[in-house]
């Protein structure tokens, strides 16, 4: 008799594949039925577009009906990528440090994604710049990163640049390809990292037990470094509860301070994804008081050469209220 078998891979054109294999005992069933059946990850009604557009077929043959019977045998369905939608611009408050005709220097509020993606259509960065440039936006990044050389998490605040020019996209993303460049982020951690001062090097790449985390591994992965720096601890001197940290970049991996920091066992307050444990109850109740409602984490100054002028140029920001109330209250302690 045999059981239905399906299998979903990439195909050349960018989209997916998805092969069925249908056992004798499936003949007679409609085919949509049947095919959603072994290929639950598709619902009927997509299945139902997909067959009338001509994406299935059978031992080559296509089909466009999808109420016929089902007959044995392995069908192959086309899926094809799904369409991005060109981001708009969109008339969003932004903070701008400096601006010329090449780049723009601003600071990111946290909530705000750099660019598009998936669950983030519009309301990010991009949408902001394209707004504010009207046309001047470099197109390197490609249509749904205009601009976009570095990036920081939806969550950070703190200083970006964008390139408004080709020439300076050009020239930003050699900069940052050499780490050629002054980052500083500012840290409210759960604990402190021990020593006070040291360089975490590391491999960096997706987690093996959850893709959509980053995490330190022995083997693969790209590498990654970051110096940090003590700068205050909150709570006993001996056992901190808190701590207030500086790192600096020597690499930009996706995550990068946030997977150092809670791999030296100090993460960032309030982070969802690698806070692993609770902070102690003094704690808990100034985050509260803080209103944070992300990582403490804030990109607060960045210095570079102008990719064009050649100028030497240094931006500073303070951290926004949510950070700066929290660490008030972590004062208290």
């Known amino acids: ?162 390139a408004k020019s080709d020439r300076a996209h050009q020239g930003l993303a050699a900069l940052f390809a050499a780490h050629d460049l002054e980052r500083v982020y500012l840290a409210l951690t759960r604990g402190a990292p021990a020593p006070s001062r040291g360089t975490v090097t590391t491999r960096l790449g997706r987690s093996p037990h959850d893709r959509k985390k980053m995490a330190v591994l022995k083997t693969g992965g790209r590498e990654a470094i970051t110096h940090y720096d003590l700068q205050a601890v909150y709570g006993p001197a001996q056992r901190p509860l808190a701590a207030r940290v500086h790192c600096r970049l020597e690499t930009g991996r996706t995550h990068q301070i946030r997977v150092h920091l809670a791999h030296k066992g100090a993460p960032c307050l309030g982070d969802p994804v690698y806070g692993q444990g609770a902070p102690a109850a003094a704690v808990l109740e100034a985050v509260a008081t803080s209103a944070l409602q992300r990582q403490a984490l804030h990109a607060a ?33």
Do not use: W
């Open 1 to 162: 008799m045999g059981e239905a078998m399906s299998e979903l891979f990439d195909d050349e054109e960018g989209g997916q594949a998805l092969s069925v294999v249908l056992p004798f005992n499936a003949a007679g069933e409609r085919m949509d039925k049947a095919l959603a059946a072994a290929a639950p990850e598709f619902s009927r009604s997509r299945l139902q577009a997909l067959i009338a557009a001509g994406a299935l077929s059978l031992n080559g043959l296509a089909l466009t009906d999808a109420s016929a019977k089902a007959r044995p045998g392995t069908y192959v369905l086309l899926v094809p990528p799904p369409e991005a939608a060109e981001p708009q611009p969109q008339d969003l408050p932004l903070t701008i440090l400096y601006e010329d005709a090449d780049i723009i220097v601003v600071d990111k509020p946290a909530g705000m994604a750099a660019h598009p993606a998936p669950g983030t259509p519009d309301g990010t960065l991009v949408n902001a710049l394209l707004h504010h440039c009207a046309g001047s936006l470099s197109g390197i990044g490609g249509v749904l990163r205009p601009g976009i050389v570095h990036r920081l998490d939806k969550d950070t605040s703190g200083v970006m640049v964008a």
């Open 301 to 333: 100054m960045l210095g570079f050469v102008h990719p064009v002028t050649g100028q030497r140029l240094r931006f500073e920001t303070a951290p926004p209220a949510d950070m700066q109330v929290l660490e008030d209250e972590l004062t208290k302690l």
